[in-house]
């Protein structure tokens, strides 16, 4: 199983990487939205995990390409965000998101929703 985790914040790839990569998954980084994005369609994950705040396309953004693509449009998105405004889950459910997380979040709890999703494909 291949996990593409996107954020700009390297201390949250980390942890995400150790929690999937001790769980037998090979992990895709990217610290922005675009290079996640062009990976994704290259690479084709099996699950995706985005930060909404990344430089050059946002995770809101990404993910929206994604859910509209034909060859991704299947893969599971978590979206990961500092923000926890309404209107910011509302964005993720608009952006085709198949979860929200807010950050702090506690890896192993990702990890269990991330199977979840996968196990019943998105």
């Known amino acids: 199983m291949k996990v593409l985790i996107a954020d700009d914040e390297i201390e949250i790839r980390e942890v995400l ?3 999937f990569e001790a769980n037998k998954f090979e992990v895709l980084e990217y610290s922005d939205g675009e290079a996640a994005l062009s ?4 690479k084709k994950p ?3 995990i985005l930060d909404v705040m990344m430089p050059r396309i946002s995770g809101w953004e990404a993910c929206r390409e994604l859910k509209k693509n034909e060859q991704t449009k299947n893969i599971p998105v978590i ?3 500092a923000k926890s405004r309404d209107i ?3 964005m993720t459910a608009e952006a085709g998101a198949d979860l929200y997380i807010k950050k702090p979040f506690d890896p192993k709890d990702i990890l269990e929703k991330a199977k979840a999703l996968m ?4």
């Open 17 to 19: 990487r150790a929690v």
């Open 39 to 42: 990976n994704a369609l290259l």
């Open 46 to 48: 099996d699950l995706i």
């Open 79 to 81: 979206i990961l965000t």
């Open 88 to 90: 910011d889950e509302l």
């Open 119 to 122: 196990a019943k494909g998105g």
